[in-house]
């Protein structure tokens, strides 16, 4: 199957971190990205990892991946107001070439 | 200069009218894309073309017709819209055979009436 979940909302305050994760059942993909999506605009490409990796960092975004259970994280220090927006996991699977699978999105809310 | 642009960025349009969407990439990509966005937020993708050639068709209605009239173009033509049709269609496109560096157009809101 391709599911990949995410959970619907999360709200936190300007300065703390955010964690947004994502579950998916494809055990064969080989490529995990983030997406953003801010109001009314196109999907910007954040951040990606290949699944041999456990982590990676860019800047104040990290990425965790645990291919035993399936589940990756974005984790965003530091999260300012300009970071809201929807936020969707997609795989690539093997053999899946150029087809991107989204999850359902998480949309983050950053309170002063 | 937009990399990936979508026209028009709203269509309302009623039901039983044949409407086209048009895209363009000036990133010199191989790879084209639709995507529709229902208006729970979910993605799903439509198509995908590869130099002008068909790769991928997601289980999408007849009625939906890419054209790629060369790798930088590629238009969505429906058929006999209908209400379920409404929704925002992404146009993307990428360098290769991956998703991974996918540039995504801002959008075409479809609303059926």
């Known amino acids: 199957g391709e599911d990949v979940e995410q959970s619907l909302f999360l709200s936190v305050r300007e300065g703390d971190s955010s964690v947004i994760n994502c579950t998916y059942t494809d055990s064969s993909s080989t490529y995990l990205y983030w997406y953003k999506q801010e109001p009314g605009a196109g999907l910007q490409l954040l951040t990606y990892?290949?699944?041999?990796?456990d982590m990676k960092q860019d800047q104040r975004l990290t990425v965790l991946l645990n291919k035993k259970d399936k589940h990756l994280s974005l984790r965003i220090a530091d999260t300012q107001t300009g970071d809201s927006a929807i936020y969707f996991c997609a795989e690539t699977p093997t053999g899946g070439g150029n087809k991107l699978t989204f999850g359902t999105g998480t949309q983050l809310k950053v309170e002063l | 200069d937009t990399a990936v642009s979508q026209t028009p960025k709203y269509l309302v349009t009623q039901m039983g009218n044949d409407k086209s969407i048009k895209c363009e990439q000036n990133l010199g990509h191989d790879t084209m894309y639709w995507y529709k966005q229902d208006s729970k937020k979910f993605l799903k993708i439509m198509f995908s073309?590869?130099?002008?050639?068909?790769?991928i068709n997601e289980t999408v209605p007849n009625r939906f017709s890419p054209k790629s009239p060369d790798k930088a173009h590629l238009n969505l033509h429906i058929n006999s819209l209908e209400l379920g049709d409404s929704a925002v269609y992404f146009c993307?496109?990428?360098?290769?055979?991956?998703?991974?560096?996918?540039?995504f157009g801002q959008g075409t809101r479809l609303t059926v009436v």
């Open positions: 993307a496109s990428s360098p290769g055979s991956w998703g991974a560096e996918a540039f």
């Open positions: 073309y590869n130099n002008k050639e068909l790769i």
């Open positions: 990892i290949f699944s041999n990796m």
